[in-house]
C-alpha cells in the first residue's frame, strides 16, 4: 500500500493478529483520498460507528453475491475519482484565487500610481497657471498701459481658458482626495429646498442664455437631512450644469425633491439628447464623457459624475440614471434622512481582546443609534452569530486575537451568512494575513489608533454596502 497506486482497498474487520479498524486507519494517515471499504459478517453497531468515523466509505456485508461486490466497488472508484476531480478543481480554483489576488494588488498600485502622478502634476500646474492668470488680469487692467482692442478679445480669451483649466484641475484634485479618503464629510442638518433654490439661482445666467426652462417641483414641510452642505450643493451643481450641457436651446430641465421612506430623492430630469444603453452602464466612470454632437464645444474633463457618485456613496446614499437616446435623461439620488437612517437599531458585533477598544466601539455605535454586541474571543463570537434569532449588520474584529484569529472569523461569517458586512481592526495594516482575509469578499480595514469620527465613517460605508447587497440579492431572486 505504501509503494502503489491504489484508489479502494477492501478490509475485512476482523483478521488475525489486528483489526480491520486498525488496517483502516493506518490506510487513511497514510492514503486519505482512499476509498475503504469494510467486509464485515458481523459488526455490532458500535464497530460500525467507529468505522464510519475512521472515514469508512461503505460496508459490504457478508455473505455478498459477485454484482453486489461489483457494484459497490465501482460505486466506490466513482466516489474515488469525483474526490480527485474536486481537489484538482479546488486547487485549481485557490491558483485562480492567488493569481486574481496578485492581480488585483498591482491593479491597485497602478492605480495609486497613476492618481498620485495625476495629483501629482495637477498641483504642479497651479503655479504657472496662476502667474498666466494673474499676468493676463493685469495686462486687461491696464497696469501695463494701454491694451489695443483687437489683443484685448485674445487676452479675454486667455483668461476664459485659464479658469476653464483651473476648473479641470480642481476636479482632479477633489476626485483624488475624496478617493483616497482626505476629504472631512463634517455633516450637519441642511435643508434641501433652499439648497436647491440657491443652485437654480445660481445658474440662471446658462440657463437664459440658452433659452432653457427650469423647473422646480419641492412639496412643503420637506424633512432635514444629515449631510455636508457644500458637497450636496456640488453634487445637484455637476446634476444640472450637466443638464445644461446637453439639453439643446429652449429647453426644459425638472428639478423634482421627494420623501421616499427613511430618504429623501432628488431627480433631474432633463429634454436632452438622451444617453445609450451602452454610455448608460459606465456614465459614472471617471473621465467618461458623452459626446454631445448638437454642441461640441460643450466638453468637460467626465469627473463631474465620478465625483457626486463618490459624495453620494461617503453620504450613505445611491445615484443612478435613467435614459433613452432622444428622450433626456434622469439623474437621481437618494440621502438618508438621518445619519444612519438604514442604521438606526443596526445589529453590530465587536470583537477584540482590548476592553478598551470594545468600550471605545460601544459608546461610539450605540450614538448612532446601533445594537452592539461585543466578544473578546473569536469561538464564543462565532458561536452567537450560528446561534443567533436575528441578523447581524456589521462584524467589527481585531486581526490578532488568541485562538481564531481575524482571518478565520471572517471565513466562518462569510460562510454563515454572505451578506453580513466585515471589517477588521488592526495595528498593523501590511500584515499578509489581511490579504489572506480578502479572498473571503469585500474586506474594510480599519488602522489602530482609531476613533469615534473613523469608527462612523467605516460603519457608514458598511452599513450602505449591506443595503446594496440585499437589494442585489432581493431583484436577484
Request: with cysteine; net charge negative.
Amino acid at each position: 500500500l505504501k509503494n502503489g497506486i491504489f484508489q479502494v482497498a477492501l478490509v475485512d474487520i476482523k483478521m488475525p493478529g489486528t483489526s480491520g479498524i486498525e488496517v483502516l486507519k493506518q490506510i487513511k494517515s497514510t492514503k486519505p483520498d482512499m476509498e475503504v471499504l469494510i467486509i464485515t459478517g458481523h459488526a455490532s453497531m458500535e464497530q460500525a460507528i467507529q468505522a464510519v468515523r475512521n472515514q469508512a466509505s461503505d460496508f459490504i456485508l457478508k455473505p455478498f453475491d459477485n454484482q453486489e461486490l461489483f457494484d459497490t466497488v465501482e460505486k466506490a472508484f466513482h466516489n474515488y475519482e469525483l474526490r480527485a476531480d474536486n481537489k484538482r478543481l479546488i486547487k485549481e480554483l485557490r491558483e485562480e484565487r492567488d493569481r486574481l489576488i496578485k492581480l488585483n494588488e498591482k491593479l491597485r498600485e497602478v492605480d495609486q500610481m497613476k492618481s498620485s502622478f495625476v495629483s501629482t502634476v495637477s498641483h504642479e500646474l497651479r503655479t504657472p497657471l496662476t502667474v498666466i492668470n494673474s499676468t493676463v488680469n493685469n495686462l486687461l487692467d491696464g497696469v501695463l498701459g494701454q491694451i489695443p482692442e483687437a489683443l484685448i478679445k485674445w487676452l479675454e480669451k486667455i483668461k476664459n481658458n485659464t479658469i476653464r483649466l483651473n476648473a479641470l484641475i480642481e476636479d482632479i484634485l477633489d476626485m483624488a482626495r475624496l478617493e483616497s479618503g482626505k476629504v472631512d464629510m463634517h455633516r450637519e442638518k441642511i435643508n434641501l429646498t433652499s439648497l436647491v433654490t440657491k443652485v437654480v439661482s445660481n445658474l440662471q445666467a446658462i440657463s437664459k442664455e440658452k433659452n432653457i426652462t427650469i423647473t422646480t417641483q419641492i412639496p412643503e414641510n420637506l424633512p432635514s437631512i444629515d449631510a455636508h452642505p457644500g458637497r450636496i450643493e456640488q453634487v445637484i451643481t455637476n446634476l444640472l450644469t450637466n443638464a445644461l450641457k446637453f439639453t439643446p436651446e429652449n429647453g426644459e430641465i425638472f428639478v423634482s425633491v421627494t420623501r421616499k421612506g427613511g430618504y429623501v430623492q432628488v431627480a433631474v430630469r432633463d429634454t436632452g439628447i438622451g444617453i445609450s444603453s451602452e454610455n448608460l452602464l459606465s456614465i459614472f466612470d471617471r473621465f467618461r464623457q458623452v459626446e454631445n454632437k448638437q454642441d461640441p464645444r460643450a466638453k468637460g474633463i467626465g469627473l463631474g459624475l465620478a465625483i457626486a457618485k463618490e459624495i453620494i456613496a461617503q453620504h450613505n446614499g445611491r445615484i443612478w440614471a435613467e435614459s433613452n437616446p432622444g428622450k433626456g435623461s434622469t439623474f437621481v439620488f437618494m440621502l438618508p434622512l438621518s445619519l444612519f437612517a438604514s442604521g438606526d437599531n443596526a445589529r453590530i458585533m465587536v470583537i477584540d481582546d482590548d476592553e478598551e477598544i470594545l468600550e471605545l466601539f460601544k459608546v461610539a455605535l450605540e450614538r448612532l443609534g446601533s445594537i452592539v454586541e461585543t466578544c473578546n474571543n473569536g469561538e464564543t463570537a462565532i458561536q452567537t452569530i450560528r446561534t443567533s434569532q436575528v441578523t447581524y449588520d456589521i462584524v467589527y474584529s481585531d486581526l490578532d486575537l488568541p485562538g481564531k484569529n481575524g482571518v478565520d472569523i471572517i471565513r466562518e461569517i462569510k460562510q454563515i451568512d454572505p451578506e453580513i458586512q466585515t471589517a477588521i481592526v488592526t495595528a498593523f495594516p501590511d500584515s499578509k494575513l489581511l490579504t489572506e482575509a480578502m479572498q473571503y469578499g469585500p474586506l474594510m480595514i480599519v488602522s489602530k489608533p482609531i476613533d469615534g469620527s473613523k469608527i462612523y465613517e467605516v460603519t457608514r460605508k458598511l452599513l450602505a454596502q449591506k443595503r446594496l447587497v440585499v437589494e442585489n440579492n432581493t431583484h436577484e431572486s
